[in-house]
């Protein structure tokens, strides 16, 4: 209870100094802010719940308040024989690319790389069915109907299914809230979950819509994404700068197009710099 009771200690106007508690509530306010599992076995969501005011959009502390257990579900498990075996198979490609596998530096490339891509892939850990978002109030009328929460740019990697080269770019989120929010920490993770796949570009955009659609309950849900695919980029001649955009729209900005010229000229705006 230590957390909970040092947060309703530091309400304004109480005058605690800090020096006047008992035993293990001593020590500087700030480590006790910053310090990791709450004493007693509650989650600090639990003991917060009275106590703290309504989160507001901008003052999110969602990694405060819930676990990362969604992104990590479903882990992949290879057999150490398993990976061996990869290794074997990465080392024949390599070398019959061009590779030359007897040098210090490429030595344990087989392995790195597998590990590598092991790691690009890990989306596939997660659940998105686990994650929740934060309460707020709806007061009806033209501002829970048309005013958006715009977050991004949301840096992501992904890997195409194709090819299995990379695509980069950022992300932009827009919703129309209801009676929910949802923090930007979150909404990277979000993103970073259905990127680090084997994907495509239409795909991953349409899973973050419905995924952000269904944790929200919103009034509407866009999504913008930008990138550019490695995979048309780096081979033969077919060098260009090309960036592919895609736009992703749900409820209110189906029917409304001044909503979805908003949400665009917001997020081009400041993708501005990234891919121009
Ligand atoms: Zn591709
Ligand atoms: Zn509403």
């Known amino acids: ?8 200690l530091h309400r304004p106007g109480e005058g605690w100094t800090g020096h006047d508690q ?25 003991l917060m719940a009275d106590d703290e ?44 690319l061009g590779m030359s596998l007897n040098t210090p530096g490429t030595l344990k490339t087989p ?15 997660g659940d998105d069915k686990l994650v929740t978002a934060f309460p707020t109030e709806c007061y009806g009328g033209p501002d829970c109907e048309l005013s958006q ?13 194709h090819h299995a080269f990379p695509f980069f770019g950022h992300a932009y989120l827009g919703y129309v809230a209801h009676e ?26 349409r899973e973050i819509t419905e995924a952000l659609s269904r944790i929200l309950q919103a009034h509407g849900v866009a ?28 409820g209110n900005y189906e029917s409304n197009a001044e909503l979805r010229e908003e949400f665009l000229n917001i997020a081009r705006s400041r993708a501005n710099g990234h891919f121009s």
């Open 1 to 8: 209870m230590a957390r909970f009771t040092f947060r309703r």
């Open 22 to 46: 008992p035993g293990a509530l001593r020590g500087p306010p700030t480590e006790w802010a910053d310090r990791g599992p709450p004493v007693g076995g509650h989650p600090p969501a639990e």
């Open 53 to 96: 005011p309504r989160p507001t959009v901008g003052g999110l502390r969602d990694d405060d308040l819930e676990g990362r257990d969604w992104e990590r579900v479903r882990p992949r498990r290879i057999s150490d024989a398993d990976w061996k075996r990869y290794e074997g198979y990465m080392g024949e490609i390599l070398q019959a």
């Open 111 to 125: 392995m790195r790389y597998l590990r590598a891509m092991f790691d690009s892939t890990e989306g596939y850990e």
């Open 149 to 161: 929460v715009i977050d991004g740019p949301i840096p992501f990697y992904a890997l195409c299914e």
């Open 180 to 205: 929910h929010i949802i923090g930007i920490s979150k909404l990277t993770r979000l993103v970073r979950l259905f990127a680090r796949r084997f994907t495509v570009q239409e795909r991953m955009g």
């Open 223 to 250: 999504v913008y994404l930008e990138a550019v695919h490695l995979c048309t980029q780096m081979r033969g001649v077919r060098e260009s700068e090309s960036t592919t955009r895609t736009t992703f729209w749900r």
